[in-house]
């Protein structure tokens, strides 16, 4: 039997909040890890679409892409089947939208030391803190405005 493969989306939000930037966590179902939000793209759209589809339909917000953050590879089983994901993260920042999150049984906006203990999957991890990193940068190329950059760094 040949295995399947799906092309799965991953928005990494941030968004500053009372001088601080907070990263947005999501869990599925109350017996499920903490994850960044994932969606499986639509053979009829492109990863960054499916990216932006799922936070508005999911999430009911709105995000600007502003950079791809990273591929990683996995698998996973479903109803018994093999299948190979090819992931790609990107990151975005949060524009607005409801405060009322859709599809997820639990979701939350935290500082990014926070955020990464709350994480279980070490690829969400590595992502997250990949992204701390292309903020930083994009920040201190004049992309966003944050006016303190100690708020951005993690706690030892």
Known sequence: MKEQTILVSVPVIFRKDENKV?????????DEAWELPKVVVRKVES????????????????A????????????????????TQNIIYYLMGYKGGSEEVLEFTDSDWLEYSKAVKR??????????????EMYKALNK???????????LLPEE
């Open 64 to 83: 600007q892409v502003y950079e791809e953050v990273g591929r990683k590879s996995g698998a996973a089983k479903v109803n018994g089947q093999a299948i």
């Open 119 to 132: 994480l279980e999957n070490k690829k969400d991890q590595a992502i997250l803190k990949d992204a701390l």
């Open 22 to 30: 907070r990263w947005f966590i999501v869990r599925k179902h109350e």
């Open 141 to 151: 190329a004049g992309r966003f405005d944050v006016k303190e950059e100690e708020e």
């Open 47 to 62: 990863s960054v679409r499916a990216s932006i589809r799922s936070i508005s339909e999911q999430g009911g917000m709105r």
